[in-house]
């Protein structure tokens, strides 16, 4: 069968090698899975089957249901400041519903697209399919922080989006207030839109995350249902963004999409009554503990959010050696490489029991102490 070029411009066998290891091991310890262990909370559980139970299963509007559109640009207002109208907000399919759409709006054959590295897969994957080029900004030798000198040096006439994620997978950084400004300015000067992935918005665990749509008239901000409210299979989020994209996005929604899932968004309009600040300490303590346990002797990025730990990997090893003898011994983590040009380090995530935390730690430095004999 003849598959478009395009389809064969991107592949997935950097983490399918990963998975291939992981099949081998027997109840490992899985610091590799990328969401919450806490439930979705009850009320949220109860609107969603309310709304079944109801009949409520149509499809909603393309843009999403007018009370949601709502709640969650009064979210906007009170976390950025920024009052977007009505015209500008869109319900997606998670994230990376709204992803692929500001994406597809916005880079075509021949465009550039900035993408900070260490960097969230997807990004540089949708930008092939769309016909753009990466263009990898290194962030080794600003501790994981994008600098705008770094972008002002990358743009061409050709570049049309910045991404941004802060926090960040698989880094755990955020971005601070007075580099936003500066990125911000930039990016103003040259015309450039940024893509702000905010999904793990709520995980910032000393001080808010700030969003830089506050500094940039033309940022698209996306935020998500998955990670703050452990609704990852239940596909919903949302994008905030100038008038004219988020035109284009619902044009193209209502042809591919349709809606974002119906029942996800009735459940949603509970949210606003869910206390999540007994989660996001748990994770904190987690971060903490890990942070205790691992480093020194490891060296790990300033974990100042989402719920990952960016880790070197011991002296002489590469990251993904690194990852494939913590595998051998069941714990399951995932080498840089995978969210990198570079593989240095391996990614580590926090979500699970501190049992478990303990153990995976343990396997860890036992690593970490072999390097140093065998060295
Ligand atoms: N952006 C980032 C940085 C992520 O880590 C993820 C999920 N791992 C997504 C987007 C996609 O999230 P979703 O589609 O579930 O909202």
Not at 151 to 164: D, F, G, H, M
Not at 190 to 199: A, C, M, Q, T, Y
Request: charged share 20%; with cysteine.
């Amino acid at each position: 069968m003849q598959l478009s070029a395009r389809v064969q411009r991107i592949d997935a066998s950097g983490i399918r090698r990963i998975f291939d290891l992981a099949r081998s091991c027997r109840d490992p310890i899985d610091l590799s899975i990328g969401q919450p262990d806490f439930p979705i909370a009850e009320p949220v559980k109860a609107a969603a089957i309310a709304a079944i139970q109801g009949d409520r299963n149509g499809y909603t509007q393309t843009q999403g249901l007018a009370e949601l559109r709502a709640l969650c640009l009064a979210e906007e207002r009170a976390h950025t400041g920024r009052s977007w109208k009505d015209d500008e907000i869109l319900i997606t399919s998670g994230v990376s519903g709204g992803l692929f759409l500001a994406l597809l709006a916005l880079v075509e054959d021949g465009s550039e697209a900035l993408i900070p590295d260490p960097y969230f897969v997807s990004y540089l994957h949708l930008v092939r399919l769309f016909g753009g080029t990466p263009v990898l900004i290194d962030t080794y030798g600003s501790d994981f922080l994008p600098t705008p000198e770094a972008i002002a040096r990358a743009i061409t006439p050709r570049t049309r989006v910045l991404l941004l994620n802060s926090p960040a997978n698989p880094t755990g950084r955020i971005i601070p207030e007075a580099l936003l400004r500066e990125i911000a300015a930039v990016c103003t000067k040259h015309g450039i839109v940024i893509v702000s992935d905010e999904i793990y918005r709520a995980f910032a665990y000393d001080g808010a995350a700030p969003s830089i749509s506050r500094y940039h008239e033309e940022t698209v901000v996306l935020v998500g249902h998955s990670k703050s409210q452990a609704m990852t299979g239940w596909r919903l989020g949302y994008a905030c963004g100038p008038r004219p994209l988020i035109q284009a996005m619902t044009k193209v929604q209502q042809y591919s999409f349709v809606c974002a899932p119906s029942l996800a968004q009735y459940a949603a309009l509970a949210c606003p009554a869910v206390d999540r600040r007994a989660d996001i300490a748990a994770y904190r303590a987690r971060r903490d503990l890990m942070r205790g346990l691992l480093s020194p002797p490891l060296r790990i990025a300033p974990a100042d959010g989402a719920f990952y730990l960016w880790i070197e990997a011991p002296a002489g090893m590469t990251g993904t050696a690194f990852a494939e003898r913590a595998i051998a011994a069941n714990c399951l983590i995932i080498p840089g490489s995978v969210f990198s040009a570079r593989d240095s380090h391996v990614r580590v995530c926090y979500t699970t029991s501190t049992e478990r935390l303990r153990a995976g730690a343990a396997i860890l430095l036992r690593i970490a102490q072999q390097s140093v004999v065998e060295r």
